[in-house]
Every structure is written in C-alpha cells, then in structure tokens.
C-alpha cells in the first residue's frame, strides 16, 4: 500500500494541468467557474481538443484510441480535467455505450461508432427510464418488433438526458415478453433522425431544460444495429450502469467547488469579518473536507482493486457505496453554496433578463443548483436502490 | 399550560383553508403567478373580506385585536397553499412597524391595508449587509431617503414601502414611501418560490416618518421577530402538504408489481417526515406563544431555537418528497417541487440556520 504518487505520476499531473491550461477556452472555464453546465458546443469543442491529443477515451483499449493510461492516470486525469474546471468528455459516449460497444458488439460497429463517439461527432443519449419503469427497470415496455431485417420500435423513454443534442440514442428495447422480464430485453442503438422518434422537452424545477421524454411511434431501425445478442440486453445494461455509477462521484469537481467556495468565504464580509471566520461555516467546510477525503480513499481503493485485476465481468457492489456517497458529495455542496448566498440567493433569474442579479455571481446559481442536484440521489440508481444492492449482494439479506 | 385553540381560531383556519382549497390549487397557482404583478388582485381582495388584514389591528383602529395565535393558523393555512401575496407584510409586518407611528398616522395607513386598498411592503436588507442585524446604510436628510435595498418581497408593485433608514444622528427610523416617489427607482423580478422582489434605489426621495409611538429599532425588531414566528407557522403548512403529496404518490406510484409505498425503507423516510413535522408544529406554536413576550432576550431566543428545528425539519421533508417522488419531483409538472423550493426559502428567510445558532450559541445556549 501507498498513498503517494509516484514521482512518474506526479509529472504526469503536471503535463495534464499544463494542457488544460494551454488549451481550454477561457470562456468554457468561467462559465464553468460559475457553476454553469457547460453548453453543447463547450462540451464538443473540448473534447474534440482532448480526442486530438488522445485523451477523450481514458478507460478504453489502445486498440480503439485509448491512452493506454493505469487506473491511477485515469483518475489524475478525470481529477484535473473537473478541478480546471473543464467538461466532461461526454458520459453517454465514452462511458457508457462506448465500452458496451467495445466489450459486446461486432467490428462493423466498432469501426462505424467508436471514432465518432471519441470525438463527439455523434451525440448520444441513453433510452433506459420509461414512466412505469423507473427503479424497476426490468419492467420496461418500449417494444421492438422484427420485421425483415429491421426492428420496429414503438414507445416511449423519459428522463433522456440532453435529448434535445443528440444524433444518437441507446435505448432498452423488449424483443420478448416470455419467461423473466430482465430476459427478454435488447440493446438497441437508434438514430435520432429516424422518422418517428419525436423529442419533448420536460421543465425542471430550477427553471433549466436538461431533460426529455423520447417517443417512438414506428420507428424503423435497421438490424445490424442491435448490440450483441438478442434479449440479452439487461447483462449490457448492468455492465453499463456499474460503469456509471463508478463516474457518479466527481471528486474532482467537488474539491474544485470546496477551493472555490473557500475563496468567496474569504471575500464575503458577514457581519464585519469574513464569512470564512464564521466558526459555523468553518465547521461546515471542514466536515465537508472529511467527507470528501473519504470518497476519494474509496474511489482509490476501488480503482486499486480494479487494477489489480479484481474480477469485473460484474460491478463490484462497492460502486454502490460510492455511487450513494458521491451523490451525497455533490448534494452538499451545493448546500453550502446556498447556504452561502443567503438571501442573495431568492432571486430567480428567468427569462425577463438579468434583473434578478442582486449578489456577486455565483449567487445566481446557488439555488437553481441545488434544487437540480437533488436529482443525483434518484438517477442512475437512486439511493434506496443501491441500498437494496448492498442488502443483497454484500449482506445477503 | 393550554396548547389547544378555541372556537373562534378553530373557525379562522376552517374558513381561510375552504377558500383556498377551492381558489388556490396548483393550476390556479400556475395562474395567479404568471399575472402582471405576480398575483391575482381578486385573492387579495378575498383575504381582506375574510378580516384577514383586519385580524392584527387593534379595535379602535378598525381591526379584530388578533393575537399571534391567529396569526399563525393563517400562515399555516397559507404555507398549506404555498400562496404567493405579500399578506406577511400586511399581517404581520406593517402592523408591527406601524406601532412606531403616531395614532393619526397609524389610522391613515391601517385603513387601507384593513381594506385591501393598500398593498405594502418592508424595506430592510441591504447589498452590503447579509444578516438582518448589521448597520444600515439607507439614510434620511431632510425628510428624503438615499440608499439601496435589495430582495424586497413585492418591492415593485407595493402602494406603500416601509423602509428603515438611518439620520444624520446616526438613530434608526421607518419611513414610509409611496408608490411612484420621485427618486425612486424598482428592479422587479420574480423569486425562486415565485413571488416578487425587486431592488430599490432611493435618491432624495420624499418619505414620512413614523413617530410618536415606541422605539423604531424596538419596532424593527418586533416585526421581524413576528414574521419569523409566523413563517413556521408556514413551514409547518407546507410541511404537512408536502408530506400528504408524497404519501399519495407513493400509495400510487407502482414499481416491482406493487405500490412503492408497501415498501418499509420508503415508509420509514416518510414516517420520519412527520416525526420532524410534529416537532415543528410545537414549535410553530412556542414560537407564536413567545414572540409577543416582553422580555426582548427571552423572545429572540425562543424563535431562534424554532427557527433552527424549523430550518432541519424543512430540509428533511422537502429534501425526502423529491426524493420519493423520484424523477417526477424534479420537474416543474408536479406540485412538489414547489413546496422544497418554497420550504427552502422560508429556511433563508428572516435569518438562517447559521445566524439563529449564532444568536443561541452567544447566549451560552437556551436559560434552561
């Protein structure tokens, strides 16, 4: 066991913090600063950057353009790109259908999605949730029919995740109503364009517009875009969740908001001293500090294990652990942040323009973000979820 | 000892909470904010014809002589509906702040708050100060204000703005300005548990004092001691609204063959919702009791220790009805969202979490 880098690894930080600062748009990083979400074209123009160098596809094989980094380099990188603050290379790509394809579908699929995908020419977004199947997934009822060599699919998908950009979609289908419902499920990949995919906006309640319900009314998707085998779709899915659940917790971007808000505590003067002096505050910060040396361990010792060449044909129920804890982190960051504001923090900046601004600005953003983190504990496997999974595969119960 | 209402009170909460439940659902909300002045004039005109204005001002000044009892069974009942009027400006703050004035001045402006004439509003934060307490920088010269404040609840649209400001002496008063005085300027906007606030700049404008009655700092810290009991009172309504939301949608929402609700993990969450609800409702009730008490010292420690269960309650419930309702609490196409952002608000209101402990925690704690 040990905790310190190397100093291999330690100079590889360093080459990663030197290219981010050589090479990330100012613009981006401000707006990111601000507790903004990066914008699409932020998103795609960063990782273009990052697919140039070779850098947009950390997990995957060198085969398929990956770095060929260790576990540790991984998470040096995924750690300076959050704390730059830089986007994220996109999620739904590289992380998610990216290592399915990669792991569990054919050359022709390989050659024709996973270059796109590591360049973000294809947005993708993910077709699991449906309204009557939300923790119990299984249960999902969009519907896939064969039909020569094409599938038909009708019905619809919700909580799709920046729909409104996407060129792709990943979606769950039911190829077969027999037997367990998990066994009669497919992995589809389905092009937005098609005709009879329609894409409806769903209004958040920080005001912001992130996520969709997709329909599908006869959509026609050719065959050879089904991934591995038919109904057998939910062993995929599982291998795609534990995955990420694994980018759920966002180290990086918390220890980036905790320096942040160290910064403004230091500069808010709440009743003649600063906000930082505030043995309330103070306390409050320093727990979350505990908090989050404490997710990191674990994300590291997890890793660890990884690298080590711990079994990983089946998520490591620990990922539970850090999925639940790393929603938390995110959550209660966004607490203090609030907590922060105060009543500069009432204002709702909306669509009469820029009227609501009363504090410095990251005020703005403190409530909104708040309200939307909540949804980090219900996606992606909510809390009581992962609880269940710990109840059965570590307690036995 | 007497925890229990008469029948009078028992009346008030029945009636206010009939009108509401019959004017005020979540699409008739949806309604009434999207207005110009971010309200409907015909609730406000209902809240004065039910006496609700009436309630805080004395008899001989054409009121009902309520008491903070009262008071707080309409908040309840308000929290409940999670309504978006400035009636704790014309029910609780004015009526307090007007105990600086002078009979004759007292009787002008409670004649039309009593009818629903007048809509107020209460002027006090400013941008360079984050706590309630800290000194102001609005002054008076001359009978005219110059001076900034900031997140002013229905700032904009108010007939009559109560502001508190300092003289050239340095002594703080309340000063009453009209709607459209000359230097002032409003920068309306709507808030994050849609109501409106807006900033206001003041440059030499004409505003009248209130004098002849107690101490304008006593009178300050009165009102906003009112107001905060009142907003548990408020906390409590949306409280239990929220709770009554999130066990219906989980006796309905069906997941795994059955209704997530027959599940002890979610039973137990919410369960817990109402053991934190409880405790505010005794709270609510403490802080009502308390925040007329004499004894300035006794009375802001009482409300502090409310506040502070109010604000960890609030978080809990509003925290857990998102949750249970899963992807559907985040959108704006449920109600439940509304009540985590408006129970998230009145956490802020009137002194948070951190500013209430400090009050305690200076004071060496509670006397006992």
Redesign the interface.
Same mark, same amino acid.
Request: aromatic share 8%.
């Given at each position: 066991m040990e905790l310190k880098f190397t100093p291999e690894e330690e100079a590889f930080r360093q080459e990663v913090r030197d290219f981010i600062d050589a090479n990330l748009p100012d613009a981006t990083r401000q707006h990111l600063k601000l507790g903004n979400a990066p914008t699409k074209e932020m998103t795609v123009e960063w990782q273009k950057i990052l697919n140039k160098k070779g850098w947009a596809t950390p997990r995957w094989p060198a085969e398929w353009g990956g770095p060929g980094w260790s576990v540790t380099q991984m998470y040096i990188f995924q750690q300076e790109n959050q704390s730059a603050p830089a986007p994220d290379p996109l999620g739904f790509g590289v992380n998610m259908v990216g290592p399915v394809i990669i792991q569990f579908g054919n050359e022709e699929q390989k050659k024709r999605f996973l270059p796109r995908i590591a360049n973000l020419d294809d947005w993708w977004c993910q077709g699991f949730s449906e309204p009557g199947a939300g923790s119990d997934l299984a249960s999902l009822k969009t519907r896939a029919v064969k039909d020569g060599d094409h599938w038909i699919v009708n019905g619809q998908k919700t909580w799709t995740t920046l729909a409104q950009h996407a060129d792709w979609i990943f979606a769950l289908v039911r190829t077969s109503t027999e037997g367990k419902k998990q066994e009669g499920i497919s992995f589809l990949l389905i092009d937005m364009k098609s005709p009879g995919v329609e894409v409806h906006p769903i209004q958040t309640m920080d005001g912001g517009h992130e996520i969709n319900s997709v329909f599908f009314t006869d959509v026609k998707v050719p065959a050879e875009n089904m991934v591995g085998e038919v109904n057998k779709g939910w062993t995929y899915a599982k291998f795609l969740l534990g995955n990420e659940r694994l980018g759920a917790p966002r180290v990086g971007s918390s220890q980036a908001k905790l320096k942040e808000l160290k910064e403004i505590a230091q500069k808010r003067i709440v009743r003649g001293k600063p906000l930082w002096d505030h043995p309330r505050f103070r306390d409050k910060f320093v727990e979350a500090q505990i908090e989050l040396k404490a997710l990191e361990m674990t994300v590291m010792r997890v890793l660890s294990g990884i690298e080590a060449g711990a079994d990983q044909s089946k998520p490591d129920p620990a990922t539970s652990v850090i999925k639940i804890k790393g929603a938390q982190m995110v959550q209660r960051m966004t607490e203090l942040y609030i907590e922060a504001a105060g009543e500069q923090g009432v204002p709702w900046l909306t669509d009469e323009g820029d009227n609501a601004q009363v504090g410095p600005d990251w005020t703005i953003r403190a409530a909104p973000n708040y309200f939307n983190m909540r949804k980090s504990s219900i996606y992606g496997g909510s809390d009581q979820v992962q609880k269940g999974i710990i109840s059965k595969a570590i307690l036995g119960l | 000892m007497n925890f229990e209402l008469n029948d009078e009170q028992r009346m008030l909460s029945e009636s206010l909470s009939r009108m509401l439940a019959d004017r005020y659902d979540f699409e008739a909300r949806k309604k009434y904010v999207a207005m110009d002045g971010g309200m409907d004039p015909a609730i406000w005109k209902a809240y004065a014809e039910m006496g609700l204005f009436a309630l805080p001002f004395p008899e001989d000044e054409g009121g009902i002589g309520g008491t903070a009892t009262e008071t707080m069974l309409v908040a309840e009942a308000m929290g409940h509906a999670i309504t978006v009027e400035p009636w704790m400006e014309a029910m609780v703050l004015a009526p307090s702040l007007l105990q600086a004035a002078s009979s004759e001045q007292r009787a002008k402006i409670a004649e039309g708050i009593i009818s629903g004439e007048t809509i107020p509003a209460y002027a006090h934060?400013e941008?360079?100060m984050?706590?309630r307490?800290?000194g102001l920088k609005t002054q008076e010269n001359g009978g005219k204000l110059s001076g900034t404040k900031?997140?002013v609840t229905f700032g904009e649209e108010a007939d009559v703005i109560f502001v508190t400001a300092v003289d050239a002496s340095g002594k703080t008063g309340i000063y009453v300005v009209k709607k459209g005085a000359e230097g002032l300027e409003a *920068? !309306?906007?709507?808030? +994050?548990d $849609?109501q409106r606030?807006a900033?206001l700049t003041f440059d030499n404008t004409p505003a009248e004092k209130l004098e002849g009655g107690i101490d304008a700092d006593k009178a300050i810290r009165l009102a906003e001691a009112k107001a905060l009991a009142a907003s548990i009172g408020e906390a409590l309504g949306a409280m239990e609204q929220a709770i009554d939301l999130t066990v219906a949608y989980i006796k309905e929402r $069906? +997941?795994?063959?059955k209704p997530?609700g027959t599940?002890q993990?979610?039973q137990h969450i919410a369960a817990q919702g109402v053991v934190e609800k409880e405790q505010v409702k005794s709270m609510a009730m403490y802080a009502a009791l308390m925040c007329e008490d004499e004894d300035e010292h006794a009375r802001d420690l009482a409300l502090s220790t409310a506040k502070v269960k109010m604000c960890d309650a609030s978080r809990y419930v509003g +925290?857990m009805s998102?949750?249970l309702h899963? !992807?559907v !609490?985040?959108? /704006? $196409?449920y109600s439940i !969202? *509304?009540y985590?952002?408006r129970l998230?608000?009145l956490e802020?209101?009137w002194g948070? *979490?951190?500013f209430h /402990?400090?009050r305690l925690c200076e004071a060496g704690g509670l006397a006992a």
């Amino acid at each position: 066991m040990e905790l310190k880098f190397t100093p291999e690894e330690e100079a590889f930080r360093q080459e990663v913090r030197d290219f981010i600062d050589a090479n990330l748009p100012d613009a981006t990083r401000q707006h990111l600063k601000l507790g903004n979400a990066p914008t699409k074209e932020m998103t795609v123009e960063w990782q273009k950057i990052l697919n140039k160098k070779g850098w947009a596809t950390p997990r995957w094989p060198a085969e398929w353009g990956g770095p060929g980094w260790s576990v540790t380099q991984m998470y040096i990188f995924q750690q300076e790109n959050q704390s730059a603050p830089a986007p994220d290379p996109l999620g739904f790509g590289v992380n998610m259908v990216g290592p399915v394809i990669i792991q569990f579908g054919n050359e022709e699929q390989k050659k024709r999605f996973l270059p796109r995908i590591a360049n973000l020419d294809d947005w993708w977004c993910q077709g699991f949730s449906e309204p009557g199947a939300g923790s119990d997934l299984a249960s999902l009822k969009t519907r896939a029919v064969k039909d020569g060599d094409h599938w038909i699919v009708n019905g619809q998908k919700t909580w799709t995740t920046l729909a409104q950009h996407a060129d792709w979609i990943f979606a769950l289908v039911r190829t077969s109503t027999e037997g367990k419902k998990q066994e009669g499920i497919s992995f589809l990949l389905i092009d937005m364009k098609s005709p009879g995919v329609e894409v409806h906006p769903i209004q958040t309640m920080d005001g912001g517009h992130e996520i969709n319900s997709v329909f599908f009314t006869d959509v026609k998707v050719p065959a050879e875009n089904m991934v591995g085998e038919v109904n057998k779709g939910w062993t995929y899915a599982k291998f795609l969740l534990g995955n990420e659940r694994l980018g759920a917790p966002r180290v990086g971007s918390s220890q980036a908001k905790l320096k942040e808000l160290k910064e403004i505590a230091q500069k808010r003067i709440v009743r003649g001293k600063p906000l930082w002096d505030h043995p309330r505050f103070r306390d409050k910060f320093v727990e979350a500090q505990i908090e989050l040396k404490a997710l990191e361990m674990t994300v590291m010792r997890v890793l660890s294990g990884i690298e080590a060449g711990a079994d990983q044909s089946k998520p490591d129920p620990a990922t539970s652990v850090i999925k639940i804890k790393g929603a938390q982190m995110v959550q209660r960051m966004t607490e203090l942040y609030i907590e922060a504001a105060g009543e500069q923090g009432v204002p709702w900046l909306t669509d009469e323009g820029d009227n609501a601004q009363v504090g410095p600005d990251w005020t703005i953003r403190a409530a909104p973000n708040y309200f939307n983190m909540r949804k980090s504990s219900i996606y992606g496997g909510s809390d009581q979820v992962q609880k269940g999974i710990i109840s059965k595969a570590i307690l036995g119960l | 000892m007497n925890f229990e209402l008469n029948d009078e009170q028992r009346m008030l909460s029945e009636s206010l909470s009939r009108m509401l439940a019959d004017r005020y659902d979540f699409e008739a909300r949806k309604k009434y904010v999207a207005m110009d002045g971010g309200m409907d004039p015909a609730i406000w005109k209902a809240y004065a014809e039910m006496g609700l204005f009436a309630l805080p001002f004395p008899e001989d000044e054409g009121g009902i002589g309520g008491t903070a009892t009262e008071t707080m069974l309409v908040a309840e009942a308000m929290g409940h509906a999670i309504t978006v009027e400035p009636w704790m400006e014309a029910m609780v703050l004015a009526p307090s702040l007007l105990q600086a004035a002078s009979s004759e001045q007292r009787a002008k402006i409670a004649e039309g708050i009593i009818s629903g004439e007048t809509i107020p509003a209460y002027a006090h934060l400013e941008p360079a100060m984050l706590e309630r307490d800290e000194g102001l920088k609005t002054q008076e010269n001359g009978g005219k204000l110059s001076g900034t404040k900031t997140v002013v609840t229905f700032g904009e649209e108010a007939d009559v703005i109560f502001v508190t400001a300092v003289d050239a002496s340095g002594k703080t008063g309340i000063y009453v300005v009209k709607k459209g005085a000359e230097g002032l300027e409003a *920068r !309306g906007y709507k808030t +994050q548990d $849609e109501q409106r606030a807006a900033e206001l700049t003041f440059d030499n404008t004409p505003a009248e004092k209130l004098e002849g009655g107690i101490d304008a700092d006593k009178a300050i810290r009165l009102a906003e001691a009112k107001a905060l009991a009142a907003s548990i009172g408020e906390a409590l309504g949306a409280m239990e609204q929220a709770i009554d939301l999130t066990v219906a949608y989980i006796k309905e929402r $069906e +997941q795994f063959g059955k209704p997530i609700g027959t599940f002890q993990a979610l039973q137990h969450i919410a369960a817990q919702g109402v053991v934190e609800k409880e405790q505010v409702k005794s709270m609510a009730m403490y802080a009502a009791l308390m925040c007329e008490d004499e004894d300035e010292h006794a009375r802001d420690l009482a409300l502090s220790t409310a506040k502070v269960k109010m604000c960890d309650a609030s978080r809990y419930v509003g +925290q857990m009805s998102i949750q249970l309702h899963g !992807g559907v !609490g985040m959108t /704006m $196409e449920y109600s439940i !969202g *509304r009540y985590f952002k408006r129970l998230t608000m009145l956490e802020i209101a009137w002194g948070d *979490r951190d500013f209430h /402990m400090d009050r305690l925690c200076e004071a060496g704690g509670l006397a006992a």
